[in-house]
């Protein structure tokens, strides 16, 4: 059961994270703070109790801009911290997700805050807190790919990558169980898995062709659906997506 605290300094925001919180079986405890200055008062009275103690906390869901101290700073400080909470970025703002990631948040939720995408991140969290860190092997394994959360190094099966999303220099690998950000260009990627069945769509879209579901095409327009997702298809790469799926197996 995860022990959270909830730094948002919009209350109604504040109030509807903390519902959510409290509705997840994860989590065993849910307190909230209104700005980075009284979070961080409670995380070191959490650390002076000891970890087992009734005050700890082992993840923070924090908001990015608020007035003093912000969420990226806060993070920051938290790293120097001896045994520092898991942290969880919930924001309205999708231009500090690398600097998120950079500080080894495990997750970066926007706003408004869906049901579902809270629960993935609640439930990295707990698998975060329940595991010891792995060491990555020496050599690259190609059917795999390493990824980072929270300081720990797991491993993806590519095949189970359906898409990837550009995002500057790092690339959002998306899986139908999730999604982790890389800091790999897309370019690289693409020129990497190639041979494995993955083909550029868009500029910012690398696609697996087995998990393509449909194509579809509407007055000048195309898309494709990858689980429950729809992707546009530029128009440089329609016919030659076409093809590709003509003559898939």
């Not at 059961?1 to 994860?26: F, K, N, Q, T």
């Not at 961080?40 to 082992?58: F, H, K, V, Y």
């Not at 408004?112 to 394994?141: Q, T």
């Not at 950000?181 to 868009?202: A, D, K, M, Q």
Request: aromatic share 4%; proline share 6%; no cysteine.
């Amino acid at each position: 059961m995860l022990r959270a605290l909830a730094v948002d300094d919009e209350r109604p925001s504040l109030e509807e994270l903390l519902y959510l919180l409290h509705a997840d079986p994860r989590i065993g405890s849910a307190e909230g703070a209104g700005d980075a200055t009284e979070a961080l008062r409670r995380i070191n009275r959490a650390l002076e109790s000891g970890p087992g103690g009734p005050e700890a906390i082992d993840v923070v869901f924090l908001d990015i801009q608020m007035p003093g101290l912000d969420g990226l700073d806060m993070a920051r400080l938290l790293t120097g911290f001896a045994r520092p909470p898991l942290v969880v970025f919930v924001t309205a703002h999708e231009d500090f997700a690398v600097q998120a990631f950079d500080l080894k948040a495990v997750d970066y939720v926007l706003k408004p805050v869906r049901k579902e995408r809270l629960a993935e991140a609640v439930r990295r969290a707990a698998e975060l807190r329940g595991s010891p860190p792995r060491i990555p092997v020496s050599e690259p394994d190609p059917d795999q790919i390493p990824v980072e959360l929270g300081g720990v190094t797991r491993f993806v099966a590519v095949d189970d990558i359906t898409h990837v999303e550009a995002q500057g220099d790092y690339a959002r690998l998306h899986t139908h169980k999730g999604s982790h950000l890389v800091r790999i260009p897309l370019s690289t990627l693409e020129e990497r898995w190639r041979s494995r069945g993955f083909v550029r769509i868009h500029r910012r879209h690398l696609v697996a062709l087995r998990h393509i579901g449909e194509l579809r095409l509407d007055a000048g327009t195309a898309s494709v659906l990858v689980g429950a997702e729809e992707l546009q298809v530029s128009r440089r790469h329609t016919r030659e997506l076409r093809d590709l799926l003509m003559r898939r197996p």
